[in-house]
């Protein structure tokens, strides 16, 4: 259990250091450690979108999935602030899908157990 806590952690600190943005993610009891390299997208509060801290349009993620899957494919992690509206999170999601990802995934908190 505690080498869980300390994957979550760890992949949790890489979250906030990659995306560059500040946001308070929603909560979840089954969230769990992505393993391999992620290609991390950030969603602010007011909807803008981020790649390496550098703010993009909705019609860059699709290349930049392709871009970096261009090899191997490398899953999706969306970091989305949890005021952000669900038609823009899709909208985020099925850019990175008609790019060709294959597993798109997004990032919460641990809820401690809380109901």
Same mark, same amino acid.
């Given at each position: 259990m505690v080498f869980i806590l300390l994957i979550f952690f760890v992949v949790t600190t890489v979250f906030v250091k990659e995306t560059g943005i500040e946001l308070e993610r929603p909560t979840s009891q089954s969230n769990a450690a992505i393993e391999g390299e992620n290609i991390l997208f950030a969603? =602010? !509060?007011?909807?803008?979108?981020y790649f390496e801290s550098e703010q993009i349009e909705l019609s860059e993620v699709g290349l930049i999935v392709r871009r970096l899957s261009s090899r191997e494919p490398r899953p999706v992690?969306?970091?989305?602030?949890?005021?952000?509206?669900? =038609? !823009?999170l899709v909208k985020v999601i099925d850019?990175?899908?008609l790019a060709g990802a294959l597993s798109i995934s997004i990032a919460t908190n641990q809820n401690g157990g809380q109901p």
């Open positions: 969603i =602010d !509060e007011q909807g803008r979108i992690v969306i970091v989305a602030d949890r005021t952000v509206t669900t =038609d !823009e850019e990175a899908t």
